[in-house]
């Protein structure tokens, strides 16, 4: 997979320029059995497109591809570029927006299309993935006791995190965006791998976190927390030390964001919204990462988080709504209309 840049646009028009970003990669789909249609051949049903990546964010991205489209059949073109980024890399680490800002694409606003439900995400958190290794002493399992079971070792590092978790969610009263969240701090145990054989106590086990930092958080303090809960583990558990844990970042390394307040791209974009839904723009604050910081903090331009309906994102029967997909269609279209200005081709 590569990014795709694409600009459409007056470059010497006198309108504000803007970058309409969508990831084009996607999370793995999971057993089959719980799909009720193949997550790679979509169906229509209800109105609903369903399949892995409709919601995150096939739908969002293609909206901003059929609203450039229709201004252009309309016989117009924006007064300003307007670069459509399809990226890569979202899921994991942010490394394909990040590869447009490095290639020295800018603009007055950026527009994500991730699918919040038609409101606008003005606070998100950050995210860190950890990794953590153990290393056992594998024996026969008829004398289990002589060895180290590297699995075993992980449930004591399992339940430190757990713990870690609920004093980050206690902080949420400094962070009014969250102060009112019910968990605004999830721990995900993401994914765990170890041992080789049933009858013999496991050498090795792999374990994959991902946990959520507050918009404001510094990475390296956080970093240090993760860090000296490990420490204080292999203090506490004789198992645990035993185990030599070692601690790798291996992905997602990316801070929050919180969109300014009032800034002239949200007042046209809720200017947009209000005339296609004829009902006022939602702002929401929400417990997951997206390409916003890199446009937000990196390039200190406003970073919109807005696009369509549909459920079940990184799980089974993941949907777009199609209705809603194509009011999302029309409110990006004005958007451009009335943020870049349009002249008559
Ligand atoms: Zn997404």
């Avoid at 019910?182 to 170890?194: A, K, M, R, S, T």
């Avoid at 404001?216 to 809960?229: A, F, N, V, Y």
Wanted: proline share 5%; hydrophobic share 40%; aromatic share 10%.
């Amino acid at each position: 997979m590569v990014n795709v840049i694409g600009n459409y646009g007056n470059a010497d028009g006198n309108g504000r320029s803007l970058i309409m970003n969508g990831h084009i990669d996607v999370v793995p789909e999971g057993p089959l059995s719980g799909w009720t249609s193949h997550p790679y051949k979509p169906e229509v049903r209800d109105n609903k497109l369903f399949g892995r990546g409709a919601n995150d964010m096939k739908g969002g991205l293609t909206a901003k591809v059929f609203a450039l489209k229709a201004i252009k059949e309309a016989g117009y073109k924006p007064n300003a570029p307007v670069y459509l980024q399809s990226v890569v890399e979202e899921e994991c680490t942010g490394n394909g927006a990040l590869a447009c800002v490095a290639a020295g694409y800018k603009a007055d606003a950026a527009l994500i299309g991730e699918p919040f439900d038609e409101a606008l995400v003005t606070a998100q958190v950050g995210v860190i993935w950890f990794q953590i290794k153990l290393s056992g002493k594998p024996v026969h399992a008829e004398r289990a006791t002589e060895g180290v079971n590297a699995v075993e070792a992980m449930l004591p590092v399992i339940a430190g995190y757990r713990e870690m978790e609920k004093q980050w969610n206690n902080e949420k009263m400094n962070y009014p965006d969250f102060a009112q969240h019910q968990h605004p701090i999830n721990l995900n145990v993401g994914e765990f791998h170890g041992g080789d054989w049933t009858s013999s106590v496991p050498a090795w086990a792999v374990l994959n976190l991902r946990i959520a930092i507050y918009p404001g958080d510094s990475l390296s303090e956080r970093s240090r927390q993760i860090e000296k809960t490990l420490q204080n583990l292999i203090q506490e558990n004789g198992l645990v030390k035993k185990a030599k844990p070692v601690l790798v970042y291996h992905g997602f390394y990316g801070e929050g964001y919180t969109l300014p307040e009032n800034t002239d791209a949200e007042n046209e974009l809720a200017s947009a919204h209000e005339g296609i839904f004829n009902s006022p723009l939602k702002r929401i604050a929400v417990t997951a990462a997206t390409d916003s910081r890199f446009f937000g903090i990196y390039q200190n331009t406003p970073a919109l988080v807005y696009g369509p309906s549909g459920e079940r994102i990184h799980a089974f029967d993941e949907y777009v709504d199609l209705d809603s997909l194509k009011n999302i269609t029309k409110v990006y279209a004005r958007f451009i209309q009335n943020w870049c200005g349009i002249t008559e081709l």
